[in-house]
């Protein structure tokens, strides 16, 4: 711990503040994604804004939600229905824990992957006060216990190392199973590896061979950049590195000897097809993003550079080569009340790149009306050149209605698409409720898919576009002309006032948002690209009524989400904004959250 002793004379600390190194140091330098939390003077004036979440973490309801979506991977309907006893004790577990100390004074996160070893392990450092680690330590180690009296299979082992105490639950069918915590003076980790766990220890004493992903040149490079591009201050930062991951592929391929494959020529074909495939996807050098608190907002800028050959490469054609985006006014009607606008993606090429990388299906009905289906949406998708802009019109959930905006290559070529489009859905969907029906409103046929008396999407025209929405009425207010006249005056769209289009390099992203509305726009977003799974469709266009989220609510506090993407050079840059409602007093004494 000398270097840190050092340097913590020189800016005339304590020695108690002297023994204890940046969380940093102790991610290891291999991890394929980094997440750092600070406390800072700025976050303590705006703390008190996040009770909420706070509140909602230490709910038994909020992790009762989280635990079940997350067995919902791996679990059919009755099994979840016979585990359902099991994670409401774990969400009762998980509520005990005081998340609002752990989560308080710094906080540093690390996801690592070993391919060799088909293992990915994540590990979570808290440093917390002193006098309050012993406490906060007991309520997790409870948590760990709870967790292995609920499966017969699970033990727990306690062990002292490295001066920290460490707890191991494990299956005693499978050791692979993993879940992991530790203390030691200030510091206490969550992870789902041991020997992780204990690395970290060793890097935050320095005693370990390696270091910390905060040496790394990778590291540098992208806070250096982001304070290059006006970031403030960093009060949380995060770094993602993708070649990493790429890197372990490309070993693995090299080793590869598939049984079947007896002759050097034929595995060579096959470590070929592997290596093309991980050029396809791998396009970016690392991602970054820093950001700070005011007292009114969450800001932050991210950066992502693209990696040297990746305009060579297949899924950088099918984004990377899309023209910037131009006079937003005529893209977003005077009555929105919210919009993503986006330079997009070339369809064909991505349904194209895609079709390379999926493994063939096994002969059937199903598989055939999956690839009926995907044969429909390519035959459209190769009839759009890209940009897409979605918006909502004002409303209270879920009548908040949306449509996009995709721009046409082929105006007349999308007519008689269209409805072979609607029928094709309308095929893959249960039930005999669904029908499609043409209307004609004076400015060309519309196309609406319907579940009894409601509409569940709507396809039509506009001069060059296609227009997508989740009603004839939000459909309709795109195809106006005379609305999209009107929106070029600024002072008849107060949106686009609202809107920060500053900036450098060329747009290809734009984003304002209030709270309800971000919802509606990533549920359009979700079933556009979504288009060609049936099964993904009928969640879209027959949604189950939402659950109650103690989380989303408790993040009302929110009013706008806005951010800007921008293309300079090899890399594209962009700003996000969290815009806090005023507190109490602010705005005549009105309570806004």
């Known amino acids: 711990m000398k270097k840190w002793c050092i340097l913590a004379i020189i800016l005339g600390r304590g020695p108690l503040e002297a023994a204890a190194p940046p969380l940093g140091w102790g991610i290891p330098a291999d991890c394929l994604v980094y997440f750092h939390f600070q406390e800072t003077p700025r976050w303590r004036q705006l703390r008190p804004r996040w009770q909420g979440i706070f509140k909602a973490l230490e709910d038994g309801s909020f992790w009762d939600g989280l635990v079940e979506s997350a067995m919902e991977v791996g679990l059919n309907p009755k099994e979840r229905e016979a585990r359902k006893k099991e994670i409401e004790s774990w969400g009762e577990l998980l509520a005990a824990v005081e998340w609002s100390r752990l989560l308080e004074r710094e906080v540093a996160l690390g996801v690592r992957s070993e391919i060799s070893r088909d293992l990915t392990e994540v590990l979570a450092l808290f440093r917390v006060a002193p006098e309050e680690r012993a406490r906060l330590s007991s309520q997790l180690q409870a948590a760990l216990e709870g967790l292995a009296a609920v499966r017969p299979e699970f033990e727990i082992v306690k062990s002292e190392r490295d001066g920290g105490t460490f707890y191991l639950l494990s299956s005693a069918k499978e050791r692979v199973v993993q879940l992991c915590l530790g203390s030691r003076d200030d510091v206490i980790a969550i992870g789902t590896s041991a020997r992780l766990m204990r690395w970290s220890m060793q890097l935050l004493d320095e005693k370990a061979s390696g270091r910390g992903i905060v040496f790394e040149p990778d590291y540098d490079q992208a806070m250096g950049a982001l304070l290059d591009s006006g970031a403030?201050?960093?009060?949380?930062?995060?770094?993602v590195r993708p070649p990493i991951y790429f890197n372990q592929l490309r070993e693995v391929a090299k080793v590869l000897r598939p049984?079947?494959?007896k002759d050097e020529e034929a595995e060579a074909a096959v470590r070929e097809q592997v290596e093309r495939r991980i050029k396809a996807l791998d396009l970016i050098e690392w991602a970054g993003l820093a950001g700070s608190f005011d007292g009114q907002s969450i800001q932050a800028r991210f950066q992502i550079l693209l990696a040297r050959e990746a305009e060579a490469r297949g899924f950088y054609k099918a984004f990377g080569l899309q023209p910037p985006l131009e006079d937003l006014s005529r893209l977003v009607p005077k009555e929105a009340g919210s919009f993503f606008l986006w330079s997009g993606l070339d369809w064909a090429q991505l349904f194209k790149a895609l079709s390379g990388l999926l493994p063939e299906e096994e002969p059937g009905a199903k598989a055939k009306r999956r690839s009926q289906l995907q044969k429909k949406v390519l035959e459209?998708?190769?009839?759009?050149e890209g940009r897409m802009a979605l918006f909502t019109l004002p409303g209270t959930p879920p009548a908040i209605e949306s449509a996009a905006l995709l721009k046409l290559r082929d105006q007349e070529g999308a007519a008689s698409k269209l409805e072979e489009a609607v029928g094709a859905i309308r095929a893959v969907l249960p039930g005999n409720r669904w029908r499609s029906e043409m209307e004609d409103s004076g400015r060309g046929p519309a196309w609406t898919l319907r579940e009894g008396d409601r509409a569940a999407l709507v396809l039509a025209r506009r001069a060059g576009e296609l227009v997508a929405g989740t009603s004839a009425a939000a459909v309709e207010k795109a195809r106006r002309p005379d609305d999209q006249e009107a929106a070029k005056d600024p002072a008849k769209n107060p949106l686009l006032e609202r809107f920060p289009a500053t900036g450098e390099g060329v747009?290809?992203?734009?984003?304002l948002a209030d709270f309800n509305e971000a919802v509606a726009l990533g549920r359009l977003f979700h079933g556009l690209l979504s288009s060609g799974n049936p099964e993904s469709l009928k969640e879209w266009l027959a949604p189950e009524p939402p659950k109650p989220s103690p989380l989303r609510e408790?993040?009302?506090?929110?009013?706008?989400v806005s951010g800007t993407l921008r293309r300079q050079g090899g890399a594209y840059r962009g700003?996000?904004?969290?815009?806090?409602?005023?507190?109490k007093g602010e705005r005549g004494g009105k309570k806004d959250f």
């Open 232 to 239: 403030a201050e960093r009060d949380f930062e995060l770094l």
């Open 259 to 261: 049984e079947e494959l």
């Open 380 to 384: 459209l998708a190769q009839l759009l």
């Open 507 to 511: 747009l290809h992203g734009a984003l």
């Open 554 to 560: 408790a993040c009302r506090f929110i009013e706008r």
């Open 575 to 583: 700003q996000l904004e969290l815009r806090l409602h005023a507190e």
